[in-house]
Protein backbone atom coordinates (compact mmCIF):
# COMPACT_ATOMS: atom_id res chain seq x y z
CA UNK A 1 0.00 0.00 0.00
CA UNK A 2 1.42 3.82 -0.60
CA UNK A 3 0.05 6.49 0.56
CA UNK A 4 0.10 9.80 -0.71
CA UNK A 5 -0.92 13.11 1.52
CA UNK A 6 -1.83 16.17 -0.29
CA UNK A 7 -2.95 19.68 1.12
CA UNK A 8 -0.93 21.19 3.37
CA UNK A 9 0.33 24.86 3.02
CA UNK A 10 0.60 28.46 4.45
CA UNK A 11 -2.06 29.60 6.61
CA UNK A 12 -3.28 32.41 9.16
CA UNK A 13 -4.41 31.38 12.53
CA UNK A 14 -8.10 30.70 12.82
CA UNK A 15 -7.77 29.55 9.13
CA UNK A 16 -8.71 26.20 7.73
CA UNK A 17 -7.22 23.54 5.71
CA UNK A 18 -7.84 20.13 4.24
CA UNK A 19 -5.41 17.40 4.15
CA UNK A 20 -6.17 14.20 1.99
CA UNK A 21 -4.49 11.12 1.30
CA UNK A 22 -4.72 8.77 -1.17
CA UNK A 23 -3.91 5.41 -0.90
CA UNK A 24 -2.73 2.89 -3.74
CA UNK A 25 -1.01 -0.19 -4.36
CA UNK A 26 -3.52 -2.80 -3.38
CA UNK A 27 -7.34 -2.78 -2.92
CA UNK A 28 -8.19 -0.11 -0.24
CA UNK A 29 -8.99 -2.53 2.57
CA UNK A 30 -7.77 -0.32 5.40
CA UNK A 31 -9.45 -1.98 8.53
CA UNK A 32 -7.79 1.61 10.10
CA UNK A 33 -6.56 4.92 8.76
CA UNK A 34 -4.67 8.01 10.45
CA UNK A 35 -3.35 11.07 10.72
CA UNK A 36 -0.31 11.99 13.24
CA UNK A 37 1.66 15.09 13.18
CA UNK A 38 5.31 16.05 13.76
CA UNK A 39 6.73 19.57 15.01
CA UNK A 40 9.94 20.40 14.46
CA UNK A 41 11.83 18.72 18.06
CA UNK A 42 9.12 17.25 19.23
CA UNK A 43 8.28 13.09 18.61
CA UNK A 44 5.19 12.25 16.29
CA UNK A 45 1.50 12.33 17.82
CA UNK A 46 -1.68 11.02 17.33
CA UNK A 47 -4.14 13.38 15.73
CA UNK A 48 -6.85 11.03 14.39
CA UNK A 49 -8.25 7.97 12.85
CA UNK A 50 -11.01 6.27 11.18
CA UNK A 51 -11.64 2.87 10.72
CA UNK A 52 -13.27 1.36 7.85
CA UNK A 53 -17.19 1.64 8.77
CA UNK A 54 -16.95 5.01 9.60
CA UNK A 55 -15.97 4.96 13.84
CA UNK A 56 -13.78 7.88 14.82
CA UNK A 57 -11.16 9.01 17.25
CA UNK A 58 -9.16 12.10 18.21
CA UNK A 59 -6.89 13.17 20.38
CA UNK A 60 -7.67 15.43 23.27
CA UNK A 61 -6.42 18.50 21.62
CA UNK A 62 -8.47 18.58 18.51
CA UNK A 63 -11.63 20.00 20.87
CA UNK A 64 -13.89 19.39 18.02
CA UNK A 65 -11.49 21.41 16.08
CA UNK A 66 -10.64 18.87 13.28
CA UNK A 67 -12.70 16.21 11.57
CA UNK A 68 -11.57 12.92 10.25
CA UNK A 69 -13.21 11.44 7.36
CA UNK A 70 -13.20 8.40 4.79
CA UNK A 71 -14.29 8.08 0.89
CA UNK A 72 -13.82 4.11 0.49
CA UNK A 73 -15.23 4.35 -3.36
CA UNK A 74 -12.04 7.29 -3.82
CA UNK A 75 -9.44 5.28 -1.45
CA UNK A 76 -9.19 8.75 0.52
CA UNK A 77 -9.28 9.69 3.64
CA UNK A 78 -9.40 13.13 5.01
CA UNK A 79 -8.46 15.86 7.64
CA UNK A 80 -10.54 18.86 8.09
CA UNK A 81 -8.69 21.13 10.28
CA UNK A 82 -10.51 24.34 11.51
CA UNK A 83 -9.57 27.36 13.52
CA UNK A 84 -6.01 26.67 13.32
CA UNK A 85 -3.55 27.85 16.22
CA UNK A 86 0.28 28.82 15.19
CA UNK A 87 0.63 25.30 17.62
CA UNK A 88 -0.74 23.38 15.05
CA UNK A 89 2.24 23.77 12.85
CA UNK A 90 3.85 20.58 12.18
CA UNK A 91 4.18 17.98 9.26
CA UNK A 92 1.24 15.73 8.69
CA UNK A 93 1.54 12.07 8.06
CA UNK A 94 -1.23 9.78 7.47
CA UNK A 95 -1.16 5.94 8.38
CA UNK A 96 -3.18 2.94 7.65
CA UNK A 97 -3.35 -0.37 8.99
CA UNK A 98 -4.78 -3.53 7.49
CA UNK A 99 -5.75 -5.42 10.73
CA UNK A 100 -6.89 -2.97 13.77
CA UNK A 101 -4.96 -4.07 16.99
CA UNK A 102 -6.88 -1.49 19.23
CA UNK A 103 -3.58 0.82 19.59
CA UNK A 104 -5.00 3.63 17.30
CA UNK A 105 -3.17 6.09 19.00
CA UNK A 106 -0.24 4.57 18.84
CA UNK A 107 2.59 4.55 15.98
CA UNK A 108 2.71 1.07 16.07
CA UNK A 109 -0.82 0.22 15.16
CA UNK A 110 0.16 1.32 11.52
CA UNK A 111 2.22 -0.54 8.92
CA UNK A 112 1.59 2.18 5.64
CA UNK A 113 3.05 5.41 6.23
CA UNK A 114 3.06 8.54 3.74
CA UNK A 115 5.29 11.15 3.40
CA UNK A 116 3.21 13.94 5.18
CA UNK A 117 2.49 17.14 3.68
CA UNK A 118 3.67 20.37 5.89
CA UNK A 119 1.39 22.73 7.59
CA UNK A 120 2.36 26.18 8.81
CA UNK A 121 0.03 28.45 10.46
CA UNK A 122 1.49 32.28 10.77
CA UNK A 123 0.48 34.29 13.54
Do not use: H
Not at 24 to 46: C, H, L, N, V, Y
Not at 52 to 71: C, I, M, P, Q
Amino acid sequence: VQLQASGGGLVQAGGSLRLSCVASGRTFSSDIMAWFRQAPGKEREFVAAIKWFGDTYYADFVNGLFTVSRDNAKNTVYLQMNSLKPEDTAIYYCASDQNYRGIYYSTDEYEYWGQGTLVTVSS
